[in-house]
């Protein structure tokens, strides 16, 4: 999401003039769920999370979709959360929301009251684990340090998860009211 143009169009990321690509992280190969992002959200840069200790990584909220059909690029879907991770990206908070698509045959086994983080861990074994691995080492082919995670890797519940949504989406209106700063962000 090209956030610094207006209208903020999807694009291929760039870094420093270059395409960047998500390398392969043995037994991986690219990204092992949907990849994509909650709208109107927004991790505040210059917000330090009380949480995590560092501020946000100035995109919306990630969100990793563990169903069993592969997206398209820019295909909106409606999610059902199942909870959160903290991540730690070079110093900056980027929150990781589980979630699975509401029209996914998978997301009627997933029904637990409070704790759906448990239901994944319950009907796709491994899982949770290979994305902890996955956010761990993505970058470490690109010659930068292994990531760090809040509550040492640990799953938040799908209560913890809405809490932090309620949250980027306040940080969101206070950038669209323009009561913060949004540096470049358009």
């Not at 992280?25 to 990204?31: A, V, W």
């Not at 979630?99 to 009627?108: F, G, L, M, N, T």
């Not at 669209?176 to 470049?184: Q, S």
């Amino acid at each position: 999401i090209a956030t610094e143009e207006p209208l903020n169009p999807i694009k291929h990321d760039i870094k420093k003039g270059k395409l960047r690509y998500v390398a392969n992280i043995f037994p991986h190969k690219g990204y092992i769920w949907n990849y994509g992002a909650l709208p109107q959200t927004w991790e505040d840069p210059n917000h330090m999370d009380k949480i995590t200790g560092c501020c946000g990584d100035n995109d919306p909220i990630d969100v990793c979709e563990i169903g069993s059909k592969i997206r398209s690029s820019g295909e909106i879907v409606q999610v059902k959360v199942l909870g959160v991770l903290a991540l730690v990206d070079e110093g900056e908070t980027d929150w990781k929301i589980i979630a699975i698509s509401a029209d996914d045959p998978e997301a009627q086994k997933i029904h637990g009251k409070y704790f759906y983080i448990d239901d994944v861990k319950k009907h796709k074994p491994g899982y949770l684990e290979a994305t902890l691995d996955w956010f761990q080492l993505y970058k470490v082919p690109d010659g930068k340090p292994e990531n760090h995670f809040a509550f040492n890797g640990e799953f938040k519940d799908k209560d913890f998860a809405v809490e932090i949504i309620k949250s980027t989406h306040e940080h969101w209106k206070a950038l669209l009211h323009k009561k913060v700063d949004g540096g470049t962000i358009k």
